[in-house]
């Protein structure tokens, strides 16, 4: 089956900071989302985004899935960016496999 | 609120009681999930709905029965529960995949499952 990695696995930041999280997906998806858990479980959707770019206020997404990988931007960070961000891929089974999650924690 | 409904947010059971989950989406969506996220580990899929019938079981064990009556609504019964059964049970929806074509998956709040 498919494989996804997301890098880092953890990240401290400073409010105010910049960050770039990564996803590896080991074959060729039509399907790739991003969602961030709350510390309530809540899985809140970021981008639906197979392909290209997007952007959501200080959010931003690019994949490239002739080269396999994602990337979520989060730009002038905040404490409520806090949590786990994850990455799930699929194809047009329906099935979505998620990684491992990049747990972020921003310090005020 | 993401138009995914679950009931109820939280579970406390012993291993010898008969409970369910319940999942409510108000999308019109066709398609309905349930995943399984324990502590420090990624979401596991546990059962695909797709217009009513299920299309994937991954290897779960018996003493977890879906039921999907209609494409609104998906239950996960619960009997003779283990310890290790204890996580986070989230309930997702999508669009149908009728015509090869796969939508955004949606999340519900998810229940937490405490098993005694």
């Known amino acids: 089956g498919i494989q996804v990695e997301q890098s880092p696995p953890d990240l401290i930041l400073q409010e105010g900071a910049n960050s770039t999280l990564r996803c590896n997906f080991s074959?060729?998806?039509?399907?790739l989302q991003w969602f961030h858990q709350n510390p309530w479980g809540q899985l809140i959707n970021l981008f639906y985004?197979?392909?290209g770019t997007k952007q959501n206020g200080r959010l931003s997404a690019t994949t490239v899935a002739t080269e396999r990988y994602s990337l979520l931007y989060i730009s002038s960070s905040q404490t409520t960016d806090s949590g786990v961000y994850f990455c799930?891929?699929?194809?047009?089974?329906?099935?979505?496999?998620f990684g491992q999650g990049t747990t972020l924690q921003v310090k005020p | 609120e993401t138009g995914v409904t679950q009931t109820p947010r939280h579970l406390v059971m012993g291993m010898t009681n008969k409970k369910s989950l319940k999942c409510e989406q108000h999308?019109?969506?066709?398609?309905m999930y349930w995943y399984k996220q324990s502590a420090k580990k990624p979401l596991e899929l546990m059962f695909v709905?797709?217009?009513?019938?299920?299309?994937e079981n991954n290897s779960v064990p018996s003493r977890f029965s879906p039921e999907c009556p209609n494409s609104s609504h998906l239950f996960l019964h619960l009997h003779t529960l283990q310890p290790e059964d204890s996580a986070l049970y989230l309930c997702?929806?999508?669009?149908?995949?009728?015509?090869?074509?796969?939508?955004?998956?949606?999340f519900g709040e998810g229940s937490r499952l405490t098993v005694l």
């Open positions: 997702a929806s999508r669009t149908g995949l009728a015509g090869g074509q796969v939508g955004e998956l949606f």
């Open positions: 074959d060729s998806v039509n399907n």
């Open positions: 985004i197979p392909s």
């Open positions: 799930a891929v699929g194809r047009n089974t329906g099935k979505l496999i």
């Open positions: 999308l019109g969506h066709n398609a």
């Open positions: 709905y797709n217009f009513k019938e299920q299309t």
